[in-house]
């Protein structure tokens, strides 16, 4: 049976209109800015948020501010205090870990699956994406280097081909990006060996040495967790002698 072509054109004509997004509304491009506020450091862990001066900041009203709260307290990103407010969120030792352990999950998934369905791909943008931070960190521009390691983890699930696996991560690539950047602060060091681990990781994909990739990128989180703790406890240390210095 003949189908007739103005019916075909018809159908052409939904599927192109079906591919049209919509644009980010006010309340998700005030969360973008908020969280990507958050990520970079320009609020600290734990600080409080005040919406009235984000509100001013962003030249907005409170009420799309209060919504973007609303849908990164559901993120993990904030948190709500009654009677006291809005802060950014902070970690225990044990959430750290928990944390952590679900990064690993999820990108060792990722990559195992995107170097089965798009190797080359991954190891050209794992190798662009390094060598952007070469430049980032030999010009010490630290907002860039942040901003591109974010780049280097994402870019696994980019090329996985699994949504349900990037949707996860979502979850929580934000809270490791801001302890990211609390890590950057606290302990430099373990930025320089973060560097290194990324090229380690790069140059296995290029050569298809999946065990190698895997077995870096554990140590990479796992040092993660262990330099967070050991900050934490650094600035606990720190403010108890100060504690102790207002006595005398």
């Given at each position: 049976?003949?189908?007739d072509?103005?019916?075909?054109?018809?159908?052409?004509?939904r599927?192109?209109?079906a591919?049209?997004?919509?644009?980010?509304?006010?309340?998700?491009?005030?969360?973008?800015?908020?969280?990507?506020?958050?990520?970079?450091?320009?609020?600290g862990?734990?600080?409080?948020?005040?919406e009235?001066?984000i509100?001013?900041?962003?030249?907005t009203g409170?009420?799309?501010?209060?919504?973007?709260?609303?849908?990164?307290?559901?993120e993990?990103?904030v948190r709500?205090?009654p009677?006291?407010g809005?802060?950014?969120?902070t970690?225990?030792?044990?959430?750290?870990?928990?944390?952590?352990?679900?990064?690993?999950?999820?990108e060792?998934?990722a990559?195992?699956?995107?170097?089965?369905?798009?190797?080359?791909?991954?190891?050209?943008r794992?190798?662009?994406?390094?060598?952007?931070?070469v430049?980032?960190?030999?010009?010490?521009d630290?907002?860039?280097y942040?901003?591109?390691?974010?780049?280097?983890?994402?870019?696994?699930?980019a090329?996985c081909e699994n949504?349900?696996?990037?949707?996860a991560?979502?979850?929580?690539?934000?809270?490791?990006?801001?302890?990211?950047?609390?890590?950057?602060?606290?302990?430099?060091?373990?930025t320089?060996?973060?560097?290194?681990?990324?090229?380690?990781?790069s140059?296995?994909?290029?050569?298809g040495?999946?065990?190698?990739a895997i077995k870096?990128?554990?140590?990479?989180?796992?040092?993660?967790?262990?330099?967070?703790n050991?900050?934490?406890?650094?600035?606990a240390?720190?403010d108890?002698g100060?504690?102790?210095e207002?006595?005398?």
């Amino acid at each position: 049976m003949d189908t007739d072509p103005r019916a075909l054109q018809a159908i052409e004509q939904r599927n192109t209109v079906a591919k049209i997004e919509k644009p980010k509304s006010l309340n998700q491009l005030v969360a973008d800015r908020l969280r990507q506020a958050i990520v970079s450091g320009i609020y600290g862990l734990g600080e409080p948020l005040s919406e009235s001066r984000i509100a001013a900041d962003l030249g907005t009203g409170k009420g799309p501010v209060r919504r973007a709260i609303v849908q990164l307290q559901m993120e993990g990103v904030v948190r709500v205090v009654p009677q006291s407010g809005t802060f950014v969120f902070t970690l225990g030792a044990n959430e750290i870990e928990k944390l952590n352990e679900s990064r690993f999950i999820l990108e060792e998934a990722a990559l195992k699956l995107a170097m089965s369905k798009n190797r080359e791909r991954l190891a050209a943008r794992l190798a662009e994406v390094y060598g952007a931070m070469v430049r980032a960190k030999k010009k010490g521009d630290v907002r860039a280097y942040l901003s591109l390691d974010i780049e280097f983890h994402a870019a696994l699930f980019a090329h996985c081909e699994n949504s349900y696996l990037a949707d996860a991560y979502g979850l929580v690539s934000a809270k490791s990006a801001a302890l990211r950047t609390h890590l950057l602060s606290f302990k430099p060091k373990h930025t320089g060996l973060s560097f290194d681990e990324h090229a380690i990781i790069s140059q296995a994909v290029m050569e298809g040495n999946l065990k190698l990739a895997i077995k870096t990128l554990k140590t990479h989180i796992d040092r993660a967790t262990n330099a967070y703790n050991q900050s934490v406890a650094d600035i606990a240390a720190f403010d108890r002698g100060n504690d102790k210095e207002s006595v005398r």
